[in-house]
């Protein structure tokens, strides 16, 4: 299937002339900034954050282009991956007209997302296997349908989707294909990074949230092509990465060694608390799990979450969703903590 851009993305966007900032329009070395209308006196802080932060935030995507193997101009931050969300519903998506798909159980943001965007939400449950339904994924979608959400490894199943599918799905599906690899690092699955060049119509939507530890600092990743990429950069705010998440962020790319370890560590204590699990009797089944939480069916979801929580442990109940019914997702902790979970699940009755 031919796709060209140009038909998909939403005609206001694509007129769009965006907000140049002072920054933006000078470029070059400069030392007396009266520009911007900032305090030129600095901050009551040790630290100076007087200045708006650079809107394209140079030297992180530098850094991740290293780590990442994806050129710069092939990258997007936004502020976390809820972000990237909005903003792919927002350039794509004619409100009360267009459509996206979504294959639940999957993550939640892609509803509500598209709830604030009044997009049209068609879903195509994952199959048994909870692996994507490409028939059915392909025989629901229009040309009203722009955007496709892939989870995977998925949330809150866990497992990795078939990448023959997924490259399937990249082929044949009319619009744009989101796929979300916030739990990429966990997993052995090649992330799709590497199709960029072979898919125009592919975002992989990846976050420092989850293995590199910094949720806190709100950073989402999207790559995608330099067209794609120029859309995003044209609707997103101006300074939408604060100066202290691209300092934090550049320092903690430094530390890559660290996270590898970590990861590790998860991957360890994920299957020993795996083998813990199985051992309770009123565990009735953990899914197979290619991140960092694990999907664990139980005989009463709802008690157990209760007293859970009455032993100050907050798992998360995801028994209301679909094909989930009686599942916890319980993430992986420290090995502390995974005693302490262990332990005071041995103790119920
Ligand atoms: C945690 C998570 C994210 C990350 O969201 P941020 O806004 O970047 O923190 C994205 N997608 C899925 C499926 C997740 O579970």
Redesign the pocket.
Known sequence: MEFNLQKIVRKNIKELKPYSSARHEYDGKASVFLDANENSLGSPLPENFNRYPDPLQRKLKSALSGIKKVSVENMFIGN???EVIDLAYRIFCNPAQDSAIICPPT?GMYQVSAGINDVNLIRVPLTGKFQPDTNAILKASSNLTKLLFI?SPN?PTGNNMDSRSMETLLQKFPGVVII?E??IDFSDQESLTEKLSVYPNLIV?Q?L??AWGL?SL???LAFASAGIIDLFNKVKPPYNINQASQELALKALKNMKEVNNRIQILLNQRDHLNAELLKIGFVEKIFESDANFLLVKVKDADALYTYLVQHKIIVRNRSREPMCEGCLRVTVGTPDENVQLINTLKLYQ
Do not use: E, I, V
């Open positions: 976390g991956s809820d993550y989870c949330n979300d916030a739990y939507m976050t949230s989850k949720a709100r950073l989402g």
